[in-house]
């Protein structure tokens, strides 16, 4: 894994982006958190800097494909001058499914699903903004990587946890801006973005009830800006 930069913190991490002013970040920061750990904002232009000088030496590279799963990968695309001008790019369905109390489920879609195989691309490129427990990119390669023979696959994501090495395992390479790890422990450091916890409310009001002594004071926070 190469990384450009690393936080190490025993709290927890809200990736913005979207605008949340530096008046609230004040007060969601100041709230009392359950174990008496921090909150720590990344920015989404910080990390973005981070990753484009490594997304532009990959782009030299001849028969190269951009790909920008789901949801989450509209951020790193829209901030990326690199992804922006580069046309050879794909986007694919990639969704986390999740009931609190249970573990994750992810369900990943055929790049470019109207062919069988696809010749001649020699690098692969995953564009996303956070890798978690690394399903998701597990479940692309898998789903995809017998229909590009010989490609080159490699995972380019804003913000990473430590992860287990076996859902990444098949990736040739993987770059991370931001790799976030625990001080102490083998616990992974809770990250979430601030626009999936503005427009889920059952992720938000869990994560609410289990990270903060005063739940409703955080959610009145989170959504307060939402509305303007």
Not at 11 to 26: H, K, M, N, Y
Not at 120 to 144: A, F, H, P
Not at 170 to 188: D, F, P
Request: proline share 5%; aromatic share 8%.
């Amino acid at each position: 894994m190469k990384v450009k930069e690393t936080v190490v913190t025993n709290g927890r991490v809200i990736l913005l982006d979207e605008p949340l002013s530096l008046q609230t970040r004040s007060d969601i920061a100041r709230l009392d958190t359950i174990d008496a750990q921090e909150i720590l904002f990344l920015e989404d232009h910080q990390l973005a800097h981070g990753l484009e000088e490594v997304l532009r030496s990959m782009v030299m590279e001849p028969n190269t494909l951009l790909v920008f799963p789901g949801n989450g990968s509209n951020y790193p695309r829209k901030l990326s001058k690199v992804c922006q001008e580069f046309f050879n790019t794909a986007s694919v369905e990639a969704k986390r499914f999740w009931t609190p109390g249970t573990d994750p489920e992810v369900h990943a879609g055929l790049i470019y699903p109207e062919r069988f195989l696809i010749l001649g691309v020699k690098n692969i490129v995953i564009v996303d903004d956070v890798i978690s427990s690394g399903l998701t990119m597990r479940k692309l390669y898998q789903k995809n990587a017998w229909r590009f023979p010989g490609a080159h696959w490699t995972a380019c994501v804003w913000v990473s946890q430590q992860l287990p090495s076996g859902n990444i395992r098949r990736y040739n390479e993987v770059s991370v801006a931001t790799l976030v790890q625990r001080e102490k422990g083998n616990q992974k450091v809770p990250i979430n973005s601030l626009s999936t916890l503005r427009s889920n409310p059952e992720i938000s009001e869990s994560y609410a009830r289990r990270h903060f002594r005063e739940p409703m004071v955080f959610l009145h926070l989170l959504r307060k800006e939402s509305r303007l």
